[in-house]
């Protein structure tokens, strides 16, 4: 079956302080990876993606991994802001993209 | 601003009552995905429309139904609507029916007393 697992649930972290988020998946075939920002209330907004043969994608202070063998993605968020405060979640497609299976989400609380 | 609209963006309603959400994808996408998302729970899928057809089905119920029209809109259809149905209600567009990146809409918030 096609999961998407996210560690931890939630963490705290004080502002400036870097953070790092895993991601395990089962999804086969693999096609892409994608990592979500979600403000509680709002719509997710997309901040990485990545395909097979890529390692490492940067988006800021965003910057994400992939091991394709053994199906782990981090994402690690450098200097952290109030505004990190978010669920993170990892997406995963399968099929060349047909299906996109979520996680559950890491819920990120920066405290000033 | 993602492009995706989603009206209403709140909604109150009584069980055993039917409402519509209705979502307005990016311009030029032709994919639009629908996600259901209950309090402090991840995103379930639900159902997926390209170009007007249905392309994939997720764990929609069967008090659901959606439809996308030629202009590309789409309506998610909830009937004899129960207390568990209060969630966000989330549309998505992307370009393709398989590739491209995922833009969300703000979410319909349903509330059913």
């Known amino acids: 079956k096609n999961q998407v697992e996210q560690s931890p649930q939630s963490l705290i972290i004080l502002e400036g302080k870097n953070c790092t988020l895993q991601?395990?998946?089962?999804?086969?075939?693999?096609?892409?990876l994608r990592w979500y920002k979600q403000d509680t209330g709002r719509g997710p907004v997309s901040l990485t993606i990545m395909t097979f043969s890529e390692n490492t994608k940067s988006n800021g202070r965003y910057t994400a991994t992939l091991d394709a063998d053994t199906k782990q993605s981090s994402l690690h968020i450098t200097a952290s802001q109030l505004s990190d405060s978010a669920s993170y979640i990892c997406?995963?497609?399968?099929?060349?993209?047909?299906?996109?299976?979520f996680g559950p989400g890491t819920r990120l609380s920066v405290l000033p | 601003d993602s492009g995706v609209t989603q009206t209403p963006k709140h909604l109150i309603t009584a069980t055993g009552q039917r409402v519509t959400l209705r979502c307005s994808p990016r311009?030029?996408?032709?994919?639009v995905y629908w996600y259901q998302q209950s309090l402090d729970q991840g995103l379930q899928f639900l159902i997926q429309?390209?170009?007007?057809?249905?392309?994939a089905k997720g764990n929609i119920l069967e008090r659901f139904s959606a439809q996308q029209f030629p202009d590309l809109h789409s309506e998610l259809n909830l009937s004899s609507l129960e207390l568990g149905d209060s969630a966000l209600y989330f549309c998505a567009s992307s370009v393709g029916a398989t590739t491209g990146e995922l833009f969300f809409g703000e979410g319909s918030r349903l509330t059913v007393l």
């Open positions: 991601c395990n998946y089962t999804v086969s075939p693999f096609s892409n």
């Open positions: 429309y390209y170009n007007g057809e249905e392309r």
């Open positions: 997406v995963v497609s399968d099929n060349y993209g047909q299906n996109f299976v």
């Open positions: 311009s030029g996408d032709l994919s």
